[in-house]
């Protein structure tokens, strides 16, 4: 089993930058790929980013490619996402996902492991 906590979210005018983290416990000695995805109010979860065991594979939505970034930090069990540039469009709750895939990442099925979730607010 894995536990995943996200932290970091919080109320930002447009234009502005938050840095999203998800901290692993419990089995994450595991080779675990990591994703983000967030739900807007009436609407699907969709997939934000993702990143593999090692870091060397990286994808984005394409809404937030080039103004978001994924990274991780293994020794700190740690993953990220890093928001610049916020729209309001943005606002939504973020989830970070763990799974042993190291393919299909932008889909929810790929992950086993879930965290609460995290609110970003973008005011205009």
């Known amino acids: 089993q894995v536990q995943l906590v996200e932290s970091g979210g919080g109320l930002v005018q447009a234009g502005g930058s938050l840095r999203l983290s998800c901290a692993a416990s419990?089995?994450?000695?595991?080779?675990?790929?990591m994703g983000w995805f967030r739900q807007a109010p009436g609407k699907e979860r969709e997939f934000v980013a993702a990143?593999?065991?090692?870091?060397?594979?990286?994808y984005y939505a394409d809404s937030v490619n080039g103004r978001f970034t994924i990274s991780r930090d293994n020794a700190k069990n740690t993953v990220y996402l890093q928001m610049n540039s916020l729209k309001p469009e943005d606002t939504a709750v973020y989830y970070c996902a763990a799974g042993p895939y190291g393919s299909g990442l932008g889909y929810k099925s790929r992950y086993d492991y879930w965290g609460q979730g995290t609110q970003v607010t973008v005011s205009s």
């Open positions: 419990g089995r994450t000695s595991s080779r675990y790929a």
């Open positions: 990143i593999n065991w090692s870091g060397g594979s990286i």
